[in-house]
């Protein structure tokens, strides 16, 4: 089960001309206080951030999910203002992870990306 499912909205998904500013809603949308956050693309091209529950951890997220993502980046430490309103305003971090997620899209990628 999703933290937060963001398909159920369609805000970004890569089989869709994806944009900048898509990437930025999710972003936005993520508290970045209450917990870890993962990026990661489905099969679908559906594009999630999702609040890793605080019963698990990030490799125990990823093994209750790994059946429907292709694509997942390094887990965004809470605090750290990876997601968020800040995120969101910070040009060169929201062109880092669309870069990456357009080019893992695009190479037929799957597996875990580290951005950092």
Do not use: C
Request: net charge negative; hydrophobic share 40%; aromatic share 12%.
């Amino acid at each position: 089960m999703l933290g937060k499912n963001w398909a159920e909205e369609e805000f970004m998904n890569m089989n869709n001309k994806p944009t900048r500013a898509e990437l930025q809603q999710l972003l936005s949308a993520a508290d970045d206080d209450a917990a870890h956050h993962m990026l990661w693309v489905g099969f679908d091209g559906e594009v999630h951030v999702d609040p890793i529950p605080s019963h698990l951890s990030p490799v125990g997220y990823y093994e209750s999910m790994k059946d429907v993502m292709k694509i997942r980046l390094e887990t965004f430490e809470q605090g750290n203002k990876y997601v968020g309103p800040t995120a969101q305003g910070d040009t060169n971090w929201v062109n880092l992870v669309f870069n990456a997620l357009e080019r893992d899209w695009a190479n037929g990628f799957s597996g875990y990306q580290d951005l950092f």
